[in-house]
Nanobody, 127 residues
Framework: QVQLVESGGGSVQAGGALTLSCAVSGTYTTACMGWFRQAPGKEREGVALISTGGTSTYCADSVKGRFTISRDNAKNTLYLQMNSLKPEDTAMYYC?????????????????????WGQGTQVTVSS
């Protein structure tokens, strides 16, 4: 019964920054959460995961050092700060909620390990 709503997407020039938010509502318990993205014609790929306790995992070398995943459990909100954006980052970004507090138990960078998804927010990076 968890509902996830992403916001913060938009269009920026290469080198710019955006911060995405994912608000969690409905029946909610803290758990591993993640950000995923999907570009047209490509498979959905993991961006980053974060446990209830704040331990983060970045799914691809391409985002390490540029993207930061964080969460505010009191506000039931997940964040993704994206800096130094590149055209290759253009995609629909989705947040997902797991069921385990620890990501490594049930949830990985494989989107199939998550069952609850938001509707997505579009990020477009132009040259």
């Amino acid at each position: 019964q968890v509902q996830l709503v992403e916001s913060g997407g938009g269009s920026v020039q290469a080198g710019g920054a955006l911060t995405l938010s994912c608000a969690v509502s409905g029946t909610y318990t803290t758990a591993c959460m993640g950000w995923f993205r999907q570009a047209p014609g490509k498979e959905r790929e993991g961006v980053a995961l974060i446990s209830t306790g704040g331990t983060s995992t970045y799914c691809a070398d391409s985002v390490k050092g540029r993207f930061t995943i964080s969460r505010d459990n009191a506000k039931n909100t997940l964040y993704l700060q994206m800096n130094s954006l590149k055209p290759e980052d253009t995609a629909m970004y989705y947040c997902a909620a797991g069921v385990s507090r620890v990501c490594s138990v049930y949830h990985t960078c494989n989107s199939l390990t998550f069952g609850r998804w938001g509707q997505g927010t579009q990020v477009t990076v132009s040259s």
